[in-house]
T-cell receptor, first 112, second 112 residues
């Protein structure tokens, strides 16, 4: 129930294309869903986050889509660039304890 | 510059030795965390602390120990009891009772 399942494990997208990474959860008590971006040899950094009161949040080329009934959320990267090549992690938490539960990560490669 | 520093960046340990990983933050955050990252897996929580002189075990605390004598510092000791310590270790901090965690650059520990 505490798991967050992330797919795909790896993804190759052409420059200019749309990258889509999906996450699914079981615990309906989760109320915060962030995405983190990690470059090789670095720590993760918060990219964008959403709460269940909205179905979509957009920041620049990055969009989170949230489907509460399906218990799924996804990250869309529009006009993907080689600089977006990184590992992306979804996570979820319950605000009452603020402990993040992490997906396994998706290694994204953008081909020039 | 505000941020989280971890040292060393790379650490090599012989079997049977204890090693201590340093984590320092100047963000004035009360909460600090230690995670372990293995290839193809998400981040797993080792220990966390929400206040000085107090800390709690995470999901994989066996073979690890921590201390929190100062707000700025949260060192992690990997003991000889940890059977498979080779991994990338990440320290993070946050404002207590908020969701966003800020990560350091990590320490890569290799057991020889």
């Amino acid at each position: 129930q505490q798991q967050v399942k992330q797919s795909p494990q790896s993804l190759i997208v052409q420059k200019g294309g749309i990258s889509i990474i999906n996450c699914a959860y079981e615990n309906t008590a989760f109320d915060y869903f962030p995405w983190y971006q990690q470059f090789p040899g670095k720590g993760p950094a918060l990219l964008i986050a959403i709460r269940p009161d909205v179905s979509e949040k957009k920041e620049g080329r990055f969009t989170i889509s949230f489907n509460k009934s399906a218990k799924q959320f996804s990250l869309h990267i529009m006009d993907s660039q080689p600089g977006d090549s990184a590992t992306y992690f979804c996570a979820a938490s319950i605000s009452s304890n603020y402990q993040l539960i992490w997906g396994a990560g998706t290694k994204l490669i953008i081909k020039p | 510059d505000g941020g989280i520093t971890q040292s060393p960046k790379y650490l090599f340990r012989k079997e049977g030795q204890n090693v201590t990983l340093s984590c320092e933050q100047n963000l004035n955050h009360d909460a600090m965390y230690w995670y372990r990252q293995d290839p193809g897996q998400g981040l797993r929580l080792i220990y966390y602390s929400q206040i000085v002189n107090d800390f709690q075990k995470g999901d994989i605390a066996e073979g690890y120990s921590v201390s929190r004598e100062k707000k700025e510092s949260f060192p992690l000791t990997v003991t000889s009891a940890q059977k498979n310590p080779t991994a990338f270790y990440l320290c993070a901090s946050s404002i207590v009772r908020t969701d966003t965690q800020y990560f350091g650059p990590g320490t890569r520990l290799t057991v020889l």
